[in-house]
């Protein structure tokens, strides 16, 4: 019987001209069946009481595979921030999979840009699933939004897609005339050391000096994490990452800045990094605050682990 309904499905999307993947909910139910428990998990999911949202995924964790098929359901009409609840509880859960990949599909198209970040957010954090998500995440290679276009790139890098995410592909990407996806490119280019982008990221370093006052504070991250992804070979841009890391209005961006100059290497780059870590290490923002003392000591953990173990 569920092979008829499947088939008839099947029949009436072609009679209209439309593909199965068009559909995105009207077939995956009907193979998946939803556990009776999981419509008011959901509905409690998608509530604005945030105990009963706590509940809720504690709950849609213990129903597995059997709350999917409603969380793809809710997709059509819940919230951007229930959506965004809705990828994590199905990401977490994982199964069946190719209802993960429809909430994927969904997700990618969506016309609010929170809701398009945080599926390349989710799919990073799951590789297991990169079958049924890196064809979704190719969507987000388009968006006409750079920062959403970035994450995308930065999700199937993670995922290590690389026929989503060719060679040539990247190189189209690292031409690019926004600073975002010029920036975050050449990272990810630089990360997997394709010997044939050499000459073009070569030449795409001075290009990227000249983005280090770019207006827009990821952008500048964005740019600084790149050089930083050069080593010693972008040793000539030291100077001007010294004066980002001394002048630049956003705490975040000067510590990256750091950051850059400490896997730069140079004495002139370390003894700079070095001083901003030490200006950090007393900051009252708790996370530039442990990232600034991790630099300054490195060991801090292993030792106090090793006190432990030997009283």
């Not at 070095?274 to 991790?294: D, G, M, V």
Request: hydrophobic fraction near 45%; proline fraction near 9%.
């Amino acid at each position: 019987m569920k092979f008829r309904i499947a088939a008839l499905a099947l029949a009436w999307s072609s009679a209209v001209g439309c593909s199965a993947a068009a559909l995105p909910g009207a077939i995956l139910p009907l193979q998946y069946p939803t556990h009776p428990q999981a419509i008011p998990a959901v509905a409690r999911l998608l509530s604005d009481d945030p105990v009963l949202v706590e509940e809720a995924q504690v709950e849609i964790q213990s129903l597995g595979e059997g709350a999917t098929p409603e969380m793809l359901k809710a997709m059509s009409t819940a919230s951007p921030e229930g959506k965004l609840r809705l990828l994590e509880s199905a990401t977490t859960v994982g199964k069946p999979p190719a209802v993960v990949g429809r909430i994927y599909y969904q997700a990618v198209r969506d016309p609010d840009k929170k809701v398009r970040l945080g599926a390349a957010f989710q799919a990073a954090r799951a590789p297991a699933l990169a079958s049924e998500t890196g064809p979704a995440l190719e969507r987000l290679l388009t968006d006409p939004v750079p920062e959403v276009k970035a994450a995308g790139l930065q999700s199937l890098a993670a995922l290590d897609d690389r026929k989503a995410l060719s060679s040539l592909k990247l190189a189209g990407f690292v031409n690019d005339s926004n600073a975002l996806i010029c920036a975050t490119a050449v990272s990810i280019a630089l990360s997997r050391g394709d010997v044939q982008m050499e000459p073009l990221l070569r030449r795409t370093l001075p290009r990227l000096v000249t983005q280090l006052h770019n207006p827009q504070p990821a952008s500048r991250a964005a740019v600084i994490t790149a050089l930083g992804a050069y080593g010693e070979a972008a040793a000539p841009t030291v100077p001007p990452l010294v004066s980002v890391a001394r002048t630049d209005k956003v705490p975040e961006v000067r510590l990256q800045a750091a950051v850059a100059l400490m896997r730069i290497g140079t004495p002139e780059a370390k003894e700079t990094a070095h001083q901003t870590f030490l200006e950090f290490s007393s900051s009252s923002n708790p996370s530039l605050k442990a990232i600034a003392q991790r630099f300054i000591n490195p060991n801090k953990k292993t030792e106090a682990s090793q006190g432990a173990s030997h009283p």
